[in-house]
């Protein structure tokens, strides 16, 4: 027997990642917020497993309904037994159906959710479409990623398969893989006249995950749509207009830009949301959650990239001071600068490279 919060379960033969718990936490805050404003939420977990989720979503964030859907026919017992020994006979209902079916039947039968949880392997975007079929508008849909080679310019053959994106190598290319999936979701959104807007965007070390708000009007515009270029020569990063391409050089050395996109460049947060996060896991006590999610609150609304220390002490020839210095130094220089949750060793800030190396190098011994 398995405790996760509040749920009881066996695994059995399913699925279940334990170092995923955070991710789970998140989701579940994030629905208990939209459940308290909205006063009504129903779950759609497309890929259930073992059905922690779904236990979580109505035991944690008080889901009136949850549909834990497995497309494994094997998994179906542990499944239910879980869900049956956890919640009331009509709060849930079980499927092992393929979840892109589950998602147009949905559509068929104006049967739209709150919550769309689609966790599976590999790339999310053969489920982003269905899954925008499957959820009301203003509700929350979750999305996966395990193909990190892909959207961190390993593999970019796949990249532009999947994606219909270049995506090329550089110090902040975790960061490009969330977005490279939220500019994917609002271009598959915008296709049909409708938008996302991202609540949150998490990058576990090994994963991406990324839950958004689906709207009824687009919200894809050429300042938060486009490409991100890289100087390889200086190290600074440009945000590039689709109708600046041919014109993307680096305003430092005049070198062209290693281009990647086109991706989403606007907020990787909802700021809003995220507080309202913040004051549910303080009132539950989740602590470690708080930490977290006052990182994501403080780089919210920060350019799309960031610049490691190990990137800064490279090219600057110098011995790096700790973040917290370079932070306050670079805020007391006028720039919005801040930690990132994607990376320890790195900041972002709306200052380039070489400021950030000015800001190191003022650093002396016995100043923190």
Known sequence: ??????????IGSAFYNPNAETVRDLAVLAAAVYRRDR?????????????????RYVLESQADFAWANDSNSDIQTVLNENL?????????????????????????????????????????????????????????????STDGRTVTGRASE??????????????????????????????????RGMGIVPVFSYFTGQTYRVMVRLV????????NYGFLGFCH????YYQVDWRKLGRSNCSLDQRSLVLSGAMWLGNLHDADQIAEMINVAKD???????????????????PPYFYTLGEIGRRGKLDIPKSNYLIQTLQNWGYRASLTHIDQEAIKTDADLPTCIRAAKSYSPGRS
């Open 233 to 236: 020569e200086c190290g600074t």
């Open 216 to 223: 009824s009007s687009i919200q894809l515009t050429e300042q």
């Open 84 to 144: 049956a020994n956890g919640l009331k006979t009509e709060q849930y209902q079980i499927s092992d159906r393929d979840a892109i079916r589950v998602f147009f039947d949905c559509y068929n039968h104006q049967d739209y959710y709150d919550l769309v949880d689609v966790d599976g392997f590999g790339s999310p975007v053969p489920y982003v479409y269905a899954s925008l079929s499957a959820c009301s508008i203003g509700g929350l849909i979750y999305l996966t």
């Open 39 to 55: 006063g009504k939420l129903r779950v759609l977990d497309a890929m259930a497993g073992c059905g922690v989720r779904s236990l």
């Open 158 to 191: 796949n990249c532009v398969a999947d994606y219909g994106a270049v995506a090329r190598i550089h110090p902040a290319a975790h960061e490009q893989g969330l977005r490279l999936i939220l500019g994917n979701v609002q271009q598959q959104a915008a296709s």
């Open 1 to 10: 027997m398995t405790i996760e919060g509040k749920a009881t379960f066996h």
């Open 284 to 302: 539950w006590n989740w602590t470690t959650q708080v930490r977290l999610l006052e990182l994501m609150y403080a780089e919210a609304e920060m």
